[in-house]
């Protein structure tokens, strides 16, 4: 009854793309690429790193580095420049990026914080244990020095952190890198795992919590000899010789 004939194309994965030949490197230990995430070219990811969903990690025309344990959140851009001058974006370990920011041609030292939607643009560097204010706009070739907050658009100082806020810095990388952890379990499970923990699911809401759980309880094997509860393999239902075993060896003791 179709009118027109249809055929279905199917669409390449591009959570990991190669150009010119050069191929993303992320560490076999890093925590977790989202599927819907892109990461493009000369890129390389270090250990317990994280690209969240949406993301575009972007090292077509020069390269991008991030570190350890630093993440990526979602919707953010990532990309490098080469028209107007040929700079990369340098990432360094334990870095925050909020979701929705932009990262451009750009340096985040160690221990740094990008807030959601703020962007910092061509040739600017964040020293280490700083915070860009989320929605601030880091002008091209600003420098921020190490220990300050900056907000605004154009972002200005606005003051030291406290001790309390750099420690929260290495606190959010941390937490990040953890709950990386779990996303990057969930989402590597195949159609049948799936399957198996949504029947196991409907299974706990229906199933009384007294009725006997299969497999839930490993000292339950055998009761009385008459085998696992709530089986009748191996007992004296299905194996009627088995109970006269037991009557046997009850006769002795008396």
């Known amino acids: 009854m179709e009118v027109a004939q249809y055929t279905e194309r199917l669409v390449p994965s591009t959570r990991f793309v190669a150009v010119d030949g050069v191929a993303p490197t992320v560490s076999s230990f890093a925590s977790f690429v989202a599927p819907s995430a892109n990461v493009i070219g000369d890129v390389t990811i270090g250990e317990k790193s994280s690209i969240w969903y949406g993301a575009t990690v972007r090292g077509d025309v020069n390269k991008v580095s991030i570190g350890k344990n630093s993440s990526i959140g979602d919707r953010v851009v990532v990309h490098v420049a080469k028209i107007q001058g040929d700079r990369p974006t340098i990432i360094g370990d334990n870095v925050s990026v909020g979701p929705g920011a932009i990262i451009h041609a750009a340096t985040l030292k160690d221990y740094?914080?990008?807030?959601?939607?703020?962007?910092?643009?061509?040739?600017?560097?964040?020293?280490?244990?700083?915070?860009?204010?989320?929605?601030?706009?880091?002008?091209?070739?600003?420098?921020?020095?190490?220990?300050?907050?900056?907000?605004?658009?154009?972002?200005?100082?606005?003051?030291?952190?406290?001790a309390e806020e750099l420690e929260n810095i290495v606190i959010r990388a941390k937490s990040t890198a953890e709950l990386a952890v779990l996303h990057a379990d969930e989402c590597s499970k195949d159609f049948k795992k799936l399957a198996e923990d949504e029947e196991q699911y409907e299974d706990d809401l229906v199933r009384d919590p007294d009725y006997h759980q299969p497999g839930k309880n490993p000292n339950l094997e055998n009761v009385l000899g008459q085998g696992p509860p709530g089986r009748i393999f191996n007992t004296t239902l299905s194996h009627p010789e088995e109970g006269l075993k037991i009557k046997s060896e009850v006769n002795k003791k008396i």
């Open 112 to 162: 740094t914080i990008v807030g959601a939607c703020a962007q910092v643009l061509d040739g600017s560097e964040v020293g280490s244990n700083s915070i860009v204010a989320p929605g601030s706009i880091l002008s091209p070739g600003t420098v921020i020095p190490s220990g300050e907050i900056w907000a605004g658009a154009p972002a200005k100082m606005v003051r030291r952190l406290t």
